[in-house]
């Protein structure tokens, strides 16, 4: 599986396993259509084994520890199970450790699917999978969403109460020493204990990463997404399989200086692997399914640069993944670039459906601005990406995006 990709569930019980050359903390957490556990209850994990349908499975330090839930048992308020790992080891993140989580039937073992998460570093915990219904039926879907500051974050950001250190007495008395306070009470689970306070000035904790979006679709109306946000491309519960066109657009950060980018997309087979790719030099690849407008040297002007025009109901079915891209082939950085943006339009009605806003720049000749995934179900997900390349041309974008699908 790649990152956004899912796949209907065909046993009932199934266990998620996360392997990796060190040792792993596996936990999970069972979340309402909020994104939030009910209470503390629905985390769980190995110093709480079990919950409704749910239920933490030790590998015993031989084998990896996996997370079983039983769909049949899980109760009606409860739309997902998230999967997260952590390395044991305090304070290790995941540069260098490449786990794979793998789907297996509970009862027979059978492995039903598998994932490795790419372009993992400074990440100290990461929610791996999710188990979450669609449509009365069960379904598993890669997500990858590292967090850096350790497991305390995904359980903050999912609702979970992580107990607060006592503060240190401001000063003890001249005369008479105190009586010791009575001692907090412990989480659960010892990696969700915060540090002790460094001395002041304590420096402010890392932010969390940004939570794994809940998906959304086309239903309310245009969709405006952040970087690795997700957009479901469904109307009134129907894939969108029409023509659409991706407009990308710039413009000059500097007035009066021409800004030369080259917009391409890249095609992918369901390992990864390149299929094509269509930008100013080859207008049109996949036997027409997808076609480029020609290239623009200068980036003024109102409106789309350049436009890539997709006809998702032509997309030969060996092509699951496409990514977007944007160079400079005569070398001038991001930095020089202005509004900088990509958009989703419908070719039929020019009613524009998801857009997004480069916000950052980086000092680099490429940048990877969204990506389409085919889903198992025959839908479309397109998801803003905003990951800047060192490269001037599409081909150097090759490998870089097949990492990042």
Known sequence: MTPGSNLPLTSVRVAVDVAAP????????????????????????YNQPSGPGVTYRSGGGSAPDAVVVDTAAVPAGIEKIVVTASPDGAGQTFQGVEPTATVRDADNGTVLASFTPPRLGAETALVVMEVYRRGGAWKVRAVGQGYANGLAGIATDFGVTVDEAPAAPAAPPAVTAPAP??????????????????????APPAPPAP?????IN??????????????????????????VKMGLGWEPAFRGKDIDLDASVIAYGPRRNHLDSCYFGKLSILNGAIKHSGDNLTGEGEGDDEVIVVDLGRIPAEATGLVFTVNSFTGQKFTEVAKAYCRLVDAATDEELVRFDLTGAEPQTGVMMAKLIKQFSGEWEMTAMGDFVKSRTVRGMVKPAAQAL
Request: proline share 16%; hydrophobic share 40%.
């Open 22 to 45: 060190v040792r792993l903390d596996v936990s999970g957490l069972l979340l309402t259509a909020d994104g939030k556990v009910r209470s503390d209850d629905d985390f769980i994990f």
């Open 211 to 215: 939570a794994a979006p809940g998906r």
């Open 181 to 202: 306070p009575p001692p907090a009470a412990a989480p659960a689970d010892p990696r969700l204990a915060p540090p002790a306070p460094a001395a002041p000035p304590a």
């Open 218 to 243: 086309l239903d309310k109306g245009r969709v405006s997404l952040r970087k690795n946000e997700t957009v479901s491309l469904v109307k009134a519960g129907r894939p969108l399989l029409s023509q």
